[in-house]
């Protein structure tokens, strides 16, 4: 129950850090570790960590991409952190993370692990990730891995090493 609610309070601090931050490189590798924060969150609340890990490959796929684009389009150039902003962030997260431990009727999330799939998906007869891959299913996961299969492919004919990079680094 602590290593929940002191996930969660991460997940707030980095919400607030975000907030004050100018550079995209710097916010996209927060954004990374906000996906990371977000993964282990439903997958501590689900029976089994396969569709957060799913999530994890789906989201840090589509940031890796943001990250090449953005990294393409943004200046060389130093970015600077306000050492006042930080500090008074860091006492926020500090002061809030006292009163959660002083109150706990504050943070009152009764969410153990098995909670939240007892309700809904153990009541539908037990489902298991083995009937996703039943016979009616087959056909889409197939036709689902050979479009990811051709689009693998397509992307690393269109970036060749002979044609060079997006920008030039100077």
């Not at 609610?5 to 707030?12: A, H, I, Q, R």
Request: hydrophobic share 55%; with cysteine.
């Amino acid at each position: 129950m602590f290593k929940f609610n002191m996930m969660l309070l991460m997940f707030l601090f980095n919400s607030f850090w975000l907030l004050n931050l100018n550079h995209p490189l710097i916010i996209t590798i927060f954004i990374i570790i906000q996906t990371c924060m977000l993964i282990l969150i439903t997958g501590t609340m689900s029976y089994s960590f396969w569709m957060s890990y799913i999530m994890f490959l789906t989201f840090i796929g589509g940031l890796l991409v943001l990250f090449i684009y953005i990294s393409s389009l943004t200046p060389n150039k130093i970015f600077f952190l306000n050492y006042k902003k930080i500090l008074l962030i860091f006492f926020a997260f500090f002061t809030f993370t006292l009163i959660v431990q002083i109150h706990p009727m504050l943070m009152n999330l009764e969410m153990t692990p098995l909670t939240y799939d007892q309700k809904f998906i153990n009541t539908e007869n037990n489902l298991h990730l083995s009937n996703f891959y039943n016979k009616n299913e087959l056909w889409m996961t197939l036709i689902l891995m050979n479009y990811l299969l051709l689009a693998l492919i397509i992307s690393t004919k269109i970036i060749l090493l002979t044609e060079g990079p997006m920008r030039i680094i100077s």
